[in-house]
């Protein structure tokens, strides 16, 4: 069974920064394309970023908005990735998802997501919390 796990959301004042972080199996991390979505109160869950499978270079993707504060990255030694958050805004808060695909590359995964392509599988989710 796929398992993602995340990690190192937290209650951050505005302009401060938080690294997520999104642990999966060898097999996945191998296999799977991952990203990361939020989803914000009464909001659609919205795409961040993803990043291309591990014996690929790592070849990101972003959300037009949120290039530039948000950096996606990977450790294939640790079978994670990460979501490095800068100069965090109140309206950055959210529930963060890591997710996985087995079809998309990662310059696809925007797209899909505006069409609600089902993901393989999703993490459960970390909490941040962005306080002016």
């Known amino acids: 069974q796929v398992q993602l796990v995340e990690s190192g959301g937290g209650l951050v004042q505005a302009g401060g920064s938080l690294r997520l972080s999104c642990a999966a199996s060898?097999?996945?991390?191998?296999?799977?394309?991952m990203g990361w979505f939020r989803q914000a109160p009464g909001k659609e869950r919205t795409f961040i970023a993803s990043?291309?499978?591990?014996?690929?270079?790592?070849?990101?993707a972003y959300a037009d908005s949120m290039k530039g504060r948000f950096g996606i990255s990977k450790d294939i030694t640790k079978n994670t990735i990460y979501l490095q958050m800068n100069n965090l805004k109140p309206e950055d808060t959210a529930v963060y998802y890591c997710?996985?695909?087995?079809?998309?590359?990662?310059?696809?995964?925007?797209?899909?997501?505006?069409?609600?392509?089902?993901?393989?599988?999703w993490g459960q989710g970390t909490q941040v919390t962005v306080f002016a």
């Open positions: 990043i291309s499978r591990s014996w690929n270079s790592a070849t990101t």
């Open positions: 060898a097999s996945t991390f191998s296999s799977y394309t």
């Open positions: 997710a996985s695909s087995s079809t998309l590359r990662p310059e696809e995964w925007e797209a899909a997501a505006r069409r609600k392509t089902p993901l393989d599988y």
